[in-house]
């Protein structure tokens, strides 16, 4: 079948839908057509020069992956804008612009450059001219096991990390799913059980990347064109930690070669540890196939750290730091500051940076202020148009969707669920509470706010809709 301006846009287009957010997709791709396709030249009409050069700025990377996918390395892409006619013309006029190195503007046509230049540059971590490759792990060897303080909140969490690192691949702990809220460790976690692998199994081939890093490596690696490489680099890997799960969420191109990694590793008795903001029941936009591999092992949870154990963390931190602090200072922030080990070290820090700069001496005052301080830093201000954004993304559709005349059942309810926060955490009125909510009158926001409030207390699902909700916006 011969290929055509539109089949290639097509084509391209799905691949770009996978790699970013929805909204993005919307702004700025569905607007664009495909006009032409000659040689391996595709023309694509896009609105105005300001979205080119928007698209250029954003997103030409993406396309060039897109268009090398389709057409190989020798695409084109040319641009066409529509422009708006000054003169009195009745027909619309184009201009074609180069895709790349602007300041070549005189030239109609410019190629993207899409040529591999290092094709010898496979293996993502590979310092080039080294034969004989050696993987860094990309550890960080302060988090340890010794400095990852035991309690009631992460013992499961810990000690399983203990039996893998013990037995890596050894154990039904595979895949083992570090998950939990922001700042509870997780990271640190997941390098404890690579530093002491590596310090036990010296030979063992480690490594420690992000999802999103790995995201950015697998594109690249398309836009390379060597995907099999980059497959071939992870399948020899014995213990892959990925930090950040969660990350894939709508990557289906990278969900994709994440499962076939994942499979090889599994099928030959290499440990993979996985961590996640979610439970696995609760990460949405994952693929089912994927979810149920991230079953197979443990899911261990690392939850909101008790007050022994905050004081625990911070007189440790103190120790190491080599800080003297008063205990009833400590207990202050330990009573303060209770879901987030990160804002807990943040405090620490900008405590015993205030005593030193100023040359005072840390009093219960200056931790008062500074937990003030830190508390309403972290604490944004909720506007209506935030809340409207997480519960729409909450419920994956997007603004538009939440705040459409629409009758359908889960759309209703969203929009009333962001009515019923955006009363209870703004203060403005019913009224504008509506007009900015799909333009509403007051009475639709009340009624909203009393079918909340009545779902809530008779309706199960719903009742963790507003507590999901709720932590969310509160976070
Ligand atoms: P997450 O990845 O879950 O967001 P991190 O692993 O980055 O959290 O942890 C945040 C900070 O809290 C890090 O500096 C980490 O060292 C510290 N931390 C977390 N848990 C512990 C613990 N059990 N003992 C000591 N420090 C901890
Ligand atoms: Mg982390």
Redesign the pocket.
């Known amino acids: 079948m011969s290929k055509t301006a539109e089949s290639v846009w097509e084509n391209c287009l799905s691949f770009i839908e996978d790699n970013i957010t929805s909204q993005a997709y919307k702004t700025w791709f569905e607007p664009i057509k495909a006009v032409k396709l000659s040689e391996n030249a595709l023309s694509i009409q896009v609105p105005s020069k300001f979205f080119y050069e928007w698209l250029e700025e954003h997103y030409v990377k993406l396309l060039k992956v897109a268009l090398t996918k389709e057409l190989g390395t020798t695409a084109k892409l040319v641009y066409i804008i529509k422009m708006e006619n000054t003169y009195g013309n009745k027909q619309p006029f184009t201009e074609r612009i180069p895709s790349s190195n602007r300041s070549q503007v005189k030239s109609q046509e410019v190629d993207v450059p899409l040529k591999n230049k290092s094709p010898e540059l496979k293996n993502p971590f590979v310092i080039p001219g080294i034969r004989n490759v050696k993987i860094e792990s990309q550890l960080n060897p302060s988090?340890n096991f010794e400095?990852?303080?035991e309690?009631e909140s992460?013992r499961l969490a810990r000690s399983a990390g203990l039996a893998v690192a013990n037995k890596p691949g050894g154990t039904s702990f595979n895949p083992l799913l570090i998950f939990?809220g922001?700042?509870?460790?997780?990271?640190?976690?997941a390098h404890a059980i690579g530093v002491e692998i590596k310090d036990k199994y010296p030979e063992k081939t480690v490594l420690y990347i992000s999802a999103e890093k790995f995201t950015q490596q697998y594109i690249e690696s398309v836009k390379k064109n060597n995907r099999n490489d980059f497959i071939h680099f992870y399948q020899i890997i014995d213990v892959l930690i990925v930090d950040d799960i969660q990350l894939l969420s709508g990557k289906a191109g990278t969900q994709d070669v994440f499962f076939h990694i994942f499979n090889h590793l599994h099928q030959n008795g290499k440990q993979v540890i996985l961590?996640s903001d979610k439970a696995p029941v609760d990460m949405i936009d994952i693929e089912q196939r994927l979810l149920s591999r991230f079953k197979w092992g443990l899911s261990a949870e690392?939850n909101h750290p008790d007050y022994d154990t905050r004081v625990a963390?911070i007189k440790?931190k103190l120790y190491r730091d080599g800080v003297d602090m008063p205990e009833d200072i400590i207990e202050f922030l330990a009573n303060n500051i209770k879901t987030n080990?990160?804002e807990l070290?943040g405090a620490i820090i900008s405590l015993i940076a205030h005593s030193s700069f100023n040359k005072r001496e840390i009093t219960i005052e200056l931790a008062k202020k500074i937990v003030d301080n830190y508390v309403k830093h972290t604490k944004r201000e909720v506007s209506i148009d935030y809340i409207q954004k997480v519960v729409s993304e909450y419920f994956q559709m997007d603004v538009d969707t939440l705040q459409s005349k629409t009758r359908k059942r889960h759309i209703v309810q969203a929009r009333q669920l962001a009515m019923f926060f955006a009363k209870k955490f703004t203060k403005a009125s019913l009224a504008s509470i509506g007009s900015q909510i799909g333009q509403r009158d007051h009475a639709t926001v009340l009624h909203a706010c009393k079918t909340v409030d009545n779902l809530s207390s008779t309706d199960k699902q719903f009742r963790k809709y507003v507590e999901d909700l709720n932590k969310k916006l509160t976070l």
């Open positions: 988090y400095s990852f303080l309690g992460n939990g922001v700042g509870l460790g997780k990271t640190h976690l961590t690392l963390i440790n080990i990160r070290e």
